[in-house]
């Protein structure tokens, strides 16, 4: 009982984080955007750099958000047959979805962090820093769906007024 208050506190831990950040990259999405538009047709001035950071803020904020939607169960799903089923027959294949849904995100994350170890050796053409820095959210990503499959598991979905 105990691990699965501290589970279920750990969880809402990081999805309010991960809100925090979803919030904070899509408000410098839209200054950046906007900002570039801007300089570019009012002042025709190009931003350089700007479509790249937009490019790598729309990655995380996608990656992030994916994690969100895990705890919120907010992926798709077809649950037309299984809203039928009874009781055990019908945890038998929410516990398998979930299962895969595990055996699919350890293969994301371990995919993920080979590709964020290769951003090792790479730069981005106009920002002018290491790949690692966008393709580090695939694995990071990939440990919140973890975190929160298990959380789904052990413990059950959360409250769906949010975290």
């Known amino acids: 009982m105990r691990a699965a208050k501290i589970l279920r506190g750990v ?12 919030r904070v990259l899509s408000l410098g999405l839209i200054v950046v955007v906007f900002g570039g538009v801007l300089l570019r047709y009012i002042f025709r001035i190009p931003l350089v750099w700007g479509e790249e950071l937009a490019m790598f803020a729309f990655i995380w904020l996608a990656f992030l958000s994916a994690g969100v939607a895990v705890r919120r169960q907010g992926h798709f799903r077809m649950s037309a047959l299984i809203e039928y089923l009874p009781g055990r027959p019908r945890m038998f294949i929410e516990v398998g979805t979930v299962l895969l849904m595990g055996v699919l995100t350890l293969v994301l994350g371990w995919q993920g962090f080979s590709l964020a170890a290769s951003g090792l050796a790479e730069q981005s053409p106009g920002l002018r820093v290491s790949m690692i820095w966008v393709y580090a959210v695939i694995p990071v990503s990939a440990l919140s769906m973890l975190v929160f499959l298990f959380e789904t598991l052990l413990v059950g979905s959360p409250p769906k007024d949010g975290a």
């Open 11 to 22: 969880a809402d831990v990081l999805e309010r984080a991960e809100h925090l950040a979803i």
